[in-house]
Nanobody, 127 residues
Framework: VQLVESGGGLVQAGGSLRLSCVVSGLIFHNYAMGWFRQAPGKEREGISCINAIGDITMYSDSVKGRFTISRDNAKNTVYLQMISLKPEDTSVYYC?????????????????????WGQGTQVTVSS
């Protein structure tokens, strides 16, 4: 199984980025997908989840209203559209494949819910 993130970079506060994660080696449309991020010196934070068919999404309070998760099952790809970026959004962003098809409000932000991870892509937001 391989997950490859892309789309990170340097952006000014208030700007936008779209992250992509291409997945291979598993039946993509059977699994929920999540996005996590980790800032220097901080724990990894689960920020979003989308279920297998793409009709249910969940967001942490820190990104709700600014980030949008989506997926294209024909392309084995999950996206994270980020707008109104803030310096505190600066992190390495990771996508992850869940152990099942659903997102749980109680567990989508837990690393143990996911069993495959990408290598991460750096997002830096300057003030």
């Amino acid at each position: 199984v391989q997950l490859v993130e892309s789309g990170g970079g340097l952006v000014q506060a208030g700007g936008s980025l779209r992250l992509s994660c291409v997945v291979s080696g598993l039946i993509f449309h059977n699994y929920a997908m999540g996005w996590f991020r980790q800032a220097p010196g901080k724990e990894r934070e689960g920020i979003s989840c989308i279920n297998a068919i793409g009709d249910i999404t969940m967001y942490s309070d820190s990104v709700k209203g600014r980030f949008t998760i989506s997926r294209d099952n024909a392309k084995n790809t999950v996206y994270l559209q980020m707008i109104s970026l803030k310096p505190e959004d600066t992190s390495v962003y990771y996508c992850a494949a869940s152990v099942g098809p659903s997102c749980s409000e109680n567990r989508y932000h837990s690393e143990s819910t996911y069993y495959n991870w990408g290598q991460g892509t750096q997002v830096t937001v300057s003030s």
